[in-house]
């Protein structure tokens, strides 16, 4: 019998901020998949849970660089596609994590579409996003009564930044990092410095939380590093 593929959120970084249903399977599976950035940099994911996981040689990292060159992706992604998908066809269970939510934004959506082709049973087990865990740990709404929410991607260079900052009631501009002076730049033009807040690493020993976003400077942010406007004020 072939075994089963998970994708498995492992929520926004907190241990405790993790499903009973994610911790089932993590404990129950012959494999878990961590994946890393760069060989031997370690998984944030797997930092995540690593408290949880009682043996350690299950784990098996996987290098997925942090790339939108569509030739090294497919590489990647092929190469690990090819190790799970072997693991499965001999009947083991193996569960993919992910940070937050594993259908948001995170190479799990890849792996699951490509796996599908191996015939596999596939369930995914919903994380706590770095969204939800920021707009809690604020003590903000991130969308009440009618109002929308409009969560972007790769915020630093997104060509409808604009049109979303003058439309939408409350913004989630994630994967700032990369160039943040120009993610400061945009909201003054939409005078929203005073309507948004910087959370970077939430719920992370590490979190920083910061209303003043001028102070930041040149600073370099971290990966883990969002903004979360509220054209209503942060309330
Ligand atoms: C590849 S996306 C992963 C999103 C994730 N699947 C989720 O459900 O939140 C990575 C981006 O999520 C945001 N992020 C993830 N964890 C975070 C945290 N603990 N604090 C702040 N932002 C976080 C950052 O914007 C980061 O660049």
């Known amino acids: ?22 911790l089932k399977i993590l404990r129950s599976v012959q494999y ?12 944030i994911a797997f930092d995540i849970i690593k408290d949880h996981i009682t043996d350690p040689h299950k784990v098996i990292s996987m290098v997925f660089p942090m790339t939108y060159d569509a030739q090294t992706l497919d590489e990647s992604w092929g190469k690990a596609v090819q190790k799970i998908g072997a693991l499965l066809m001999e009947g083991q269970d193996v569960a993919f994590i ?3 939510d594993p259908m948001v934004y995170s190479t799990y959506i890849y ?3 490509l796996l599908k082709t191996y015939d596999v049973e596939i369930e995914t087990i919903p994380g706590i996003t770095s969204f939800c865990a920021a707009a809690s740990r604020l003590g903000i709404a991130l969308g009440e009564t009618n109002e929308t929410i409009t969560i972007v991607p790769s915020a630093y260079n997104h060509p409808n930044l604009d049109k979303i900052l003058e439309y939408s009631d409350n913004v989630v501009l994630m994967k700032t990092a990369k160039n943040f002076p120009n993610t400061i730049n945009i909201l003054e033009r939409h005078r929203l410095m005073g309507k948004s807040v910087f959370v970077s690493k939430c719920s992370h020993k590490d979190e920083k939380i910061i209303y003043d976003l001028k102070s930041l400077g040149d600073e370099k ?7 979360i406007t509220k054209k209503g004020g942060l309330k």
């Open 98 to 100: 992910t940070l937050g």
């Open 32 to 43: 878990i998949v961590a994946p890393e950035k760069q060989e031997g940099k370690g998984s």
């Open 1 to 22: 019998m072939r075994g089963k593929f998970y994708g498995v959120g492992v929520g926004p970084g907190d241990p405790e901020l993790i499903t009973l249903k994610a």
């Open 111 to 113: 792996m699951m579409r």
């Open 221 to 227: 942010v971290d990966y883990l590093s969002m903004v």
